[in-house]
């Protein structure tokens, strides 16, 4: 673990949260019409990013049908939707040059200006937090967040890491966690008199993890050496390794019961599946060719998976470990997310 100054988080912090905040308005820019609307959106909705086609698919996760497709930003990676389910909010990647979110109304099926992030390059991870949007900015090697009320950024801490790329916030808004891919390791940020980071190596790759829902381990899936790593969140560092062989690991996630991992791989066809607490194999589930984006419903019945190479999104029982079902979103499925109406 290597603790590092809090002077270049908050150098960062000051010159790009200032400019940040001055372009948060979408400079004008008309959004694009919507396709045609299918079926109303459904009070639960599973929302699917096609990256080829710039657009977010919403899905009604009964029926597996998509009621409507509405177009986005340039390159979308990632989606999450607000706390009460209305709206949706989507990075423009473009490997660390783009520099927007893409806003969805969720209700109306219909695109709404763009939040300009200007010299906040490369927005990739989300988390929505404290009725706030929170991201990860590639370019800028840094985070940071979205207040839509005051329609600004207000808040943006630097990692000094390559490549930030996913992200997770704890629901008391005082940790912070990201990977960083090029230099394979996992950002801790916690909140005391002022932000402190932790920084863990890990592996080349870092990329997909997740919190255990005790928020006690933290799993990591590392591309290049295919390897697991899970951090004790206490103490910030390794516990343990394991020898996954998941080359092209993409994405983790942790069932809301804590009792299994899931992790993808775009260089594999299956979905690789470990018993969190005995830390072994439990399964590999064949699904398609390659494997990215995973999202579990919040009843831990269902995880849907992205299946790029074949434009498609399998449904996987939870109990059973099996494929049940498929359906197509888009061309170039990745990012997922869930939207609950109030």
């Not at 609307?37 to 990013?49: E, F, K, N």
């Not at 390794?238 to 992790?263: M, S």
């Not at 197509?328 to 990012?335: L, W």
Request: hydrophobic share 45%; glycine share 8%; with cysteine.
């Amino acid at each position: 673990m290597r603790v590092m100054s809090h002077s270049f988080t908050f150098a960062v912090a000051v010159l790009v949260c200032a400019a940040a905040t001055v372009v948060a308005i979408a400079c004008g820019r008309s959004a694009a019409p919507a396709t045609r609307s299918a079926a109303p959106t459904p009070r639960d909705a599973l929302l699917v990013l096609a990256k080829r086609d710039r657009t977010l698919a919403i899905v009604d996760p009964a029926s597996l049908a998509v009621v409507a497709r509405v177009p986005v930003e340039e390159d979308p990676h990632e989606v999450v939707a607000t706390d009460d389910g209305r709206s949706a909010y989507v990075t423009s990647y473009g490997r660390g040059k783009l520099h927007a979110l893409a806003v969805v109304d969720l209700v109306a099926q219909a695109p709404l200006p763009p939040v300009e992030l200007g010299p906040l390059l490369g927005p990739h991870g989300l988390a929505m937090k404290g009725g706030k949007v929170w991201f990860t900015v590639e370019g800028a090697k840094a985070v940071g967040s979205f207040d839509p009320k005051r329609n600004a950024v207000d808040r943006v801490l630097g990692t000094g890491q390559d490549r930030t790329h996913m992200i997770f916030v704890s629901d008391d808004l005082r940790r912070i966690v990201t990977t960083n891919v090029t230099s394979g390791t996992l950002s801790i940020f916690d909140l005391r008199d002022a932000w402190e980071q932790a920084v863990v190596p890990v592996g080349r790759g870092a990329e997909g993890f997740d919190v255990s829902p005790d928020g006690k381990e933290i799993w990591v899936a590392s591309a290049e050496p295919g390897t697991l790593s899970i951090v004790d969140a206490q103490r910030k560092t390794v516990a343990q390794t394991i020898e996954a062989r998941i080359v092209g690991a993409n994405r983790l996630k942790i069932t809301p019961d804590g009792a299994l991992v899931l992790v993808s791989s775009l260089r594999g066809g299956g979905v690789v599946v470990y018993d969190a607490k005995a830390r072994t194999l439990r399964k590999r589930v064949e699904v398609c060719r390659s494997t990215s984006g995973i999202l579990i419903e919040p009843s831990g019945e269902r995880a849907f998976v992205a299946c790029p190479a074949d434009d498609e999104v399998v449904v996987i029982d939870l109990r059973a470990l099996e494929a049940r079902g498929r359906f197509a979103a888009g061309h170039e499925p990745d990012g997922m997310a869930w939207a609950s109406r109030r």
